[in-house]
């Protein structure tokens, strides 16, 4: 009730604010929350660990500013627990309120990072409720597809300091945007046109001729020098101006150009990033186009019958992964160990445990970091063949893990 009333009342303060000069932002989310391997779903229990789960999220926020804003995010999601014997399922719910960022925000792609903290509520069908803190960062990216449209895809990182709990949420979904920010800067030069001065008139009456002498021949006048005008007021005549009509203010150069300074064909009056390199493609604002690149690995190994030991020359796929991490230091990787359904399912879910376990040390001894490998367990959970062949039940016993990677790079001209 507490959290409904809140977002009510930011609501209305930020609907109001918009009104005046700012911009309110409604965003649905939809994505899935990794919990930490140690999440108890009884607090101050021995019973660990519950499995991922879907979470909806609802953002509501106002932006002051093209990069700077907030937003109160209310979640939840609905998981099962790892150990039936304890109870069936735990009900998540939470409350946040955080920063947000943007980069590029006059470009149709606009990345953003955000950092915030709030409280989450947990709820297991054999336990008492209870709450825990937390602080959060992520980040993502937007696609703006019109001013007031946009897609939004971002990860968050959960950390709860007082368990030990490390949560992991991707979300995507939209961004609808009520209101509107400026970035320009407010001119405060005047425009400060002079008219032209008019002519001298010469309003001394004729002097009276003397009467005994006569009068001296007025000297001839120099012709007129003719004044060239200058209609776009940049200082450089219009007989000389190769760009005439720009706006008032501008830089010009002694050809009555707009000055270009990164020489990006772009004018510096027009440029929202200056001094980008020579060669690089640039849109219609000066800023650099950027290309995207994608790369994925694929991790597969099959074991004995209660085995967790990995046999024959799996070195290949290992070193794969190894290689793949390396050249994208910023990606983590989650092992999952699996068998098949001969045997009792408690001795099961250890046993993939040590299989999973296994295939993290052999990585971790080809220089892989240990803090960017995680181990799970999951038994005789989503066979990949049938479990009533040998062959099928040779598929089930195996450790798989996979990651997806991305490039960015600027587009050159050549």
Known sequence: MRAKLGAGALLSCCLVTAAVAGEVTVSPLLGEHDFSSATEPYDNSTVKGVHRARQESLGLGYRWSPHWGAELDVGRSTTHLLSPLYGRYMRYKSV???????????????????????????????????????????????????????????????????????????????????????????????????????????????????????????????????????DDHDGVP??????????????????????????????????????????????????????????????????????????GDASSELRKVADFMQRYPSVDVTIDGYTDNVGDARANRLLSQRRAEAVRRSLIGLGVAAGRLRAVGHGADDPIAS????????????????????????????
């Not at 937390?134 to 368990?163: I, K």
């Not at 020579?278 to 004995?304: N, S, W």
């Open 96 to 230: 946040d309120m955080n920063g947000l960022y943007r980069f590029n925000p006059s470009g149709w792609v606009q990345p953003f990072v955000l950092l915030g903290g709030g409280r989450a509520m947990y709820n297991a069908d054999q336990g008492l409720p209870f709450m825990h803190e937390y602080a959060q960062a992520g980040g993502g990216l937007m696609l703006q597809l019109t001013p007031h449209f946009a897609l939004r895809s971002e990860l968050r990182y959960l950390d709860q300091p007082a368990a030990h709990w490390h949560d992991v949420v991707g979300l995507l979904g939209v961004e609808f945007r009520i209101g509107s920010v400026s970035d320009k800067a407010s001119a405060a030069d005047a425009d400060n046109d002079a008219a032209d001065a008019a002519p001298a008139t010469d309003a001394t009456p004729a002097a009276a001729a003397a009467p005994a002498e006569a009068a001296a021949p007025a000297p001839a006048e120099a012709p007129a020098t003719p004044v060239v005008a200058d």
């Open 387 to 414: 479990n009533a062949t040998a062959a099928g039940r040779l598929q089930n016993r195996r450790v798989e893990a996979s990651a997806n990677a991305e490039e960015r790079s600027i587009r050159m001209k050549n």
């Open 238 to 311: 219009n007989d000389q101006d190769k760009c005439p009509n720009t706006p008032a203010g501008v830089k010009v150069d002694a050809q009555g150009c707009p000055l270009d300074s990164d020489h990006d064909g772009v004018p510096d009056y027009l440029d929202k990033c200056p001094n980008t390199k020579p060669g690089a493609l640039v849109d219609a604002q000066g800023c650099y186009v950027m290309v995207t690149h994608m790369d994925k690995m694929r991790l597969d190994i099959q074991f004995e019958t209660g085995q967790a030991v990995i046999h």
